[in-house]
């Protein structure tokens, strides 16, 4: 288990992730009277939230983002098992901190997270949604990045906002149906997620990953789309294009041979996707 703590001007991060070889229980609180908002990436661990004999469970948490307001007398308890790796980012401000960041922040905070800035118990729980798309990128990124020192700070304070920026976008939204998926069936979908990041090259057919997964096409389609916030084979060609980008980058490939990495065969049809996806042909980045 490991857990980063980091000051973020007015904010606390904290990046925990888990791979345990065996089942563990991690166990974690504040000292201060704060506002939280959890960003939860891969796995699909237990969560328990304690104050006394109270308990608020949540019993899958994979791709769940959450806010709430806690003292130093709730303790939030993490139950990861080997094949459910744990992946959080907690972006956390005491309320004294809160109402001395810049105006606009402040009114944001104020309008959307009114119940947990004037708290009437010890914790509170205020609005929950599943990530969208953009939300799964920005944790990742954290995750992922390999910078160090200054610019590794500089980088985690661009992708904080930016999740919290998508957070309260949502919310600003105003309420939506609720998304009904059991967590069987989001596990189902997390999977069929993973297979397609990992086959990019030559993706099954949707019939064939509805078998893979154990779940009808029909549920596959909808449901897909309600939690990843695009289509099955939109979300493939997003990561077809975001690999492409990052090889493009990094790698001393020609263009024609990151579009086959990468599951294209027609090289106009590559270059005219990425094009509509980042503004610019990938001949500029090889220049």
Partial sequence: ??????????????????????????????????????????????????????????????????????????EFVHTISPEKP????????????????????????????????????????????????????????????????????MFLRSQVTELLAHFFALLAEGPSEPLVVKDQEREQLYRAKAILTNNMVAPPSLNELSKLIGLNSYK?????KALFGMPVFKYLQQERLTKAHELLRSKDLTIQEVAWDVGYDSLSSFSNAFAKKFGYRPSEIKR
């Fill in 1 to 74: 288990m490991t857990r980063d703590i980091i000051a973020l001007n007015d904010f606390i991060v904290l990046i925990e992730q888990s791979t345990a070889e065996e089942t563990i229980i991690d166990k974690c609180g504040f000292e201060d009277e704060v506002i939280g908002i959890a960003f939860y990436g891969s796995g699909n661990v237990l969560l328990s939230i304690n104050q006394g004999d109270e308990k608020r469970v949540f019993n899958n948490t994979k791709g769940f983002a959450m806010s709430f307001f806690v003292n130093d007398k709730v």
């Fill in 86 to 153: 744990l992946e959080s980012i907690v972006i956390v401000c005491s309320l004294t901190n809160l109402k001395k960041l810049p105006n606009q922040e402040w009114e944001v905070f104020n309008e959307q997270l009114q119940d947990l800035i004037n708290p009437q118990s010890n914790y509170v729980e205020g609005p929950n949604l599943y990530m969208t798309h953009e939300m799964q990128v920005a944790v990742d990124k954290i995750f992922k990045t390999t910078y160090k020192g200054k610019t590794r700070m």
């Fill in 220 to 224: 596959l389609k909808k449901n897909f």
